[in-house]
């Protein structure tokens, strides 16, 4: 070989990775440390590459929805870096991949999203009202006040508060927990009589609607206002029926003296009474007991909620304890918790329950509309039990008060109007007719499930954000008139 041929082989070779030669009889397929950790690095980045199966561990199964986020949109960004492990520097990896220490569905914290929470109290009110609360910055801001559906409570907004308030920080923010939801209970300084105080709480529309007046006046005594600020009501489900009510009665003013306008959140009167002769058949397949408040989050975030973090806040404020007396009460197996719910109902019901045929609820009324788990998780012995705060079955006489005449009450209300759907299927046939007639705005969140505040919070922070700004006159800036403002008639 000569000098020249020499000196290229050289070249070649000191830009080739060093490789020592291998022992006597080991396998041809051997990799040294660097070439294992360049592969599994690889092998990371192509898993992450790969399509998401068609129902994710962390995305619901919820068919009231043509298409559904994927559990990476709902919990951060995940950016594979080069060399540097799954996560690029300065990224949180998501819940799903936190580290073993602390549960991906462990509780967080209401502090980020409100400023404070109290009691809204006074000796001839019956009940003492829990809230959430973020004042407004001056007198003539606008104060939000949203109201939950039936089973959840005041935190079922807690995000979306916060959006709302990165948008418009002057805005206020309202959030009660309503009767038998949440913190509310019995005012024990009521002077009246036990039934005034309603026992175990009279869940009718009419009740829900003057306790939501009740909390708004208390608020203004507790802030020594003269007069209520511009008010934006806003209800989800139950919510929206509460507020519809309220905004029909007028007892807070119309349009420009007390309610701008009001929003009500993927419920509307035709669907939802329909799904109400479903409604025993998919709280009998619930879960009535969990093994500590991770499994309540998990079991809720898997059927109803898809947004994890929201469902860390809002979920905790859906459970309570169980005492020592009530837990012999329940039965920790799923068959025998199914079959133990479901002995008070008809046999034909039964019978539909045990062949896990239970359709496919609509989602305008209560919960979820997905059908249940086949194995809800299931408790542990050993940790605090807790069951749901809420007794929905015994608030089922009053089901029907709540949405019967909904469609009419909405469009027939003082204020502006806003309709947030989940689909355009939920439209009965009114309401499609006063669309049409530009009696309301509607708005569709397609890619959210029933709790489309919890799901799309951002998205629904932007919808009421601007919702308030379309319908507050005060921020409307028109010209100066002809002789005014240094121009026209009259200038010199």
């Known amino acids: ?73 709902s919990t951060g960004t995940i950016r594979p870096n080069e060399r540097k492990g799954r996560f690029a520097k300065g990224e949180s990896e998501s819940p799903t991949s936190a580290s073993s220490s602390q549960s991906p569905y462990s509780p967080l914290p209401w502090t980020p999203h409100f400023s404070t929470s109290f009691n809204l109290t006074s000796p001839s009110h019956p009940l003492s009202y829990h809230t959430y609360y973020t004042p407004p910055s001056s007198p003539s801001s606008p104060l939000f006040i949203l109201h939950h559906g039936a089973g959840a409570s005041g935190l079922s907004f807690a995000t979306c508060a916060s959006y709302i308030r990165s948008l418009a920080p002057e805005v206020g923010i309202l959030a009660p927990d309503c009767r038998r939801h949440g913190l509310t209970g019995p005012n024990t ?77 993927d419920v509307v009167e035709g669907s939802a009474v329909e799904a109400l002769s479903h409604i025993n058949r998919y709280l009998a397949g619930r879960p009535e007991v969990f093994g500590g408040v991770e499994e309540g989050v998990e079991c809720v975030r898997s059927r109803t909620i898809r947004n994890t973090a929201q469902a860390r806040v809002s979920v905790p404020s859906y459970l309570k304890p169980v005492s020592g007396s009530e837990a012999s009460s329940f039965t920790t197996s799923a068959s025998a918790s199914t079959s133990t719910t479901t002995s008070a109902l008809p046999a034909s019901t039964q019978s539909a329950i045990a062949a896990e045929s239970i359709p496919t609820l609509h989602p305008s009324l209560l919960l979820s509309s997905s059908s249940p788990p086949k194995q809800p998780p299931q408790p542990r012995d050993h940790a605090q039990k807790y069951t749901w705060t809420t007794n929905l079955p015994s608030t089922s006489p009053f089901w029907p008060g709540w949405f019967e005449g909904l469609s009419s009450k909405f469009l027939s209300a003082r204020g502006g109007k806003l309709l947030i759907l989940a689909g355009t299927d939920r439209l009965d046939k009114e309401l499609m007719v006063g669309q049409m007639q530009g ?39 028109l010209p100066p008139k002809v002789g005014e403002g240094g121009f026209g008639v009259g200038r010199k």
């Open 439 to 477: 009696k309301f705005q509607l708005s569709i969140f397609p890619d959210s499930g029933h709790f489309v505040q919890e799901d799309q919070p951002e998205k629904t922070a932007q919808t009421l954000v601007d919702f308030w700004r379309r319908n507050d006159g005060s921020l409307l800036k």
């Open 1 to 73: 070989m000569s000098s020249l041929q020499q000196s290229l082989a050289k070249a070649k070779l000191s830009g080739l990775p060093f490789s020592p030669p291998l022992p006597p009889g080991a396998p041809s397929d051997i990799l040294f440390e660097e070439e294992a950790e360049d592969k599994s690095l690889d092998t990371e980045e192509a898993d992450l590459l790969k399509p998401l199966p068609e129902h994710s561990g962390n995305m619901d199964d919820d068919s009231s929805s043509a298409s559904s986020a994927s559990s990476v949109g």
């Open 189 to 265: 300084s009521f002077t009246g009589s036990h039934q005034e105080q309603g026992g175990k709480g009279d869940m009718a529309l009419s009740a829900l609607a003057t306790d939501l007046e009740s909390v708004i006046s208390l608020l203004q005594e507790r802030e020594g206002w003269t007069e209520l600020p511009p008010l934006v009501l806003v209800g989800h489900s139950l919510g929206g029926a509460v507020v519809t009510e309220v905004a029909k009665r007028g007892k807070l003013g119309g349009r420009g003296k007390g309610i701008l306008g009001f929003a009500v959140l």
